[in-house]
C-alpha cells in the first residue's frame, strides 16, 4: 500500500511552520522539540537552527518564544548552575525536571549532550550518574515488554544510540536498530498498518537525536512491515536506511512474502527512498 511520508526539505520545513501557525500550535523551541521531534531535527538541517526555521517562515521569533528566552549562553549558565547545586544532569532525569531547557538545548546545540559539554562538562561522566550500560537498555527494554510499558520507548532508544555515539566518536558510524514489532499486521493479525507506522515513526526519530548515523531495518519476515518502518523512519528522519528479511528453509519468510518476487521489495524500498541518494535497493 503506498501511503505519505514526509519527504523533508528547506521548502517544506517553511510550510510545515506555517502550516501550524495556522491551526494555532505553539512554535517555542522546547514545546517543538518534544512534540515534533522530525521538524526540529529538519529546521537544524537544512536551515541552521530553530529560530532561523522561524525566520525563513515570515515569524518574528522574539513574539513566538515563551517566558524564558534560552540562547546558547544561557543554556550553558543554567547547566553550570544546576551542577553546581548537585543537580542530576543526565539525560532522562533533565528530560523529566528540565523539559524547557532540554528542549532548546537539542534546538541550539543539536543535543543535550553536545550541551553538556559546551558547558565544560565529561558528558561520560554526567552520564554515570545514570548508567545506561548496553546491559541496563535490554534489561529495562524487557522489562518493559514484560509489564507492557511503553512510556519510556523514546527515553531508551536515545540512551542507547548516544551511549553507542560516545564510543564511536568520529571513528565509526552508528547503526541505529529497529527490529520487527513481534505481531502480525491486519488481516492476519491485530496490528494497524497506521500505529506500526507511528511506533517506528518514534523510535527511528529518537535513534536520530541520539546520534545514530543510518538506521537498520533488520530481520524483518514481512514486506508490508519494512513499508511501514521506512514510512515512519522517513516522517522522522532523513538518515540512510538499510533493510533486511529473515527468509527460512524452505526459501520462504513467515508472511505471505517469498523471495521468488525480489521486484515487488525493489519497487516498496525504492519508493519508500523517492529516488534519495542515499537510498539503494539492490537485488539478486
Not at 536520530?208 to 516522517?235: P, Y
Request: contains cysteine; aromatic residues 6%.
Amino acid at each position: 500500500m503506498n501511503r505519505p511520508y514526509k519527504h523533508w526539505s528547506r521548502d517544506e520545513v517553511v510550510r510545515e511552520i506555517r502550516r501550524l501557525k495556522k491551526e494555532g500550535a505553539a512554535l517555542n523551541s522546547g514545546h517543538v522539540a518534544r512534540s515534533y521531534p522530525a521538524l526540529a531535527y529538519a529546521a537544524r538541517k537544512y536551515l541552521g537552527g530553530w529560530e532561523e526555521a522561524i525566520g525563513a517562515a515570515g515569524l518574528d521569533y522574539s513574539r513566538i518564544r515563551r517566558k524564558r528566552f534560552w540562547s546558547r549562553e544561557r543554556i550553558v549558565e543554567r547547566i553550570k548552575e544546576l551542577h553546581a547545586a548537585g543537580e542530576p544532569v543526565y539525560v532522562s532525569y533533565a528530560e523529566h525536571h528540565y523539559q524547557g531547557l532540554v528542549g532548546a538545548a537539542t534546538m541550539h546545540f543539536g543535543s543535550w549532550g553536545e550541551a553538556i559539554r559546551a558547558a565544560g562538562f565529561d558528558y561520560s561522566r554526567i552520564k554515570r550518574q545514570k548508567e545506561w550500560s548496553k546491559r541496563e537498555i535490554v534489561r529495562e527494554i524487557k522489562r518493559m515488554k514484560r509489564e507492557g510499558l511503553d512510556d519510556r520507548v523514546v527515553e531508551l532508544n536515545r540512551a542507547a544510540a548516544q551511549l553507542a555515539r560516545e564510543i564511536a566518536g568520529k571513528e565509526a558510524l552508528v547503526v541505529g536498530d529497529m527490529g520487527p514489532t513481534g505481531g502480525m499486521l491486519a488481516p492476519l493479525g491485530t496490528l494497524s498498518y497506521e500505529d506500526v507506522v507511528a511506533a517506528f515513526a518514534e523510535q527511528a526519530g529518537a535513534l536520530a537525536e541520539g546520534g545514530a548515523d543510518v538506521l537498520l531495518i533488520e530481520t524483518m519476515s514481512d514486506l508490508t512491515e519494512i513499508e511501514a518502518a521506512i514510512e515512519g523512519a522517513r516522517q522522522a528522519t532523513d538518515l540512510p536506511i538499510m533493510a533486511t528479511m529473515l527468509i527460512e528453509r524452505p526459501l520462504s519468510s513467515s508472511a505471505p512474502t517469498t523471495p521468488a518476487a525480489p521486484s515487488g521489495s525493489e519497487k516498496m524500498i525504492t519508493s519508500g527512498c523517492r529516488n534519495d541518494s542515499n537510498c539503494e535497493a539492490i537485488t539478486r
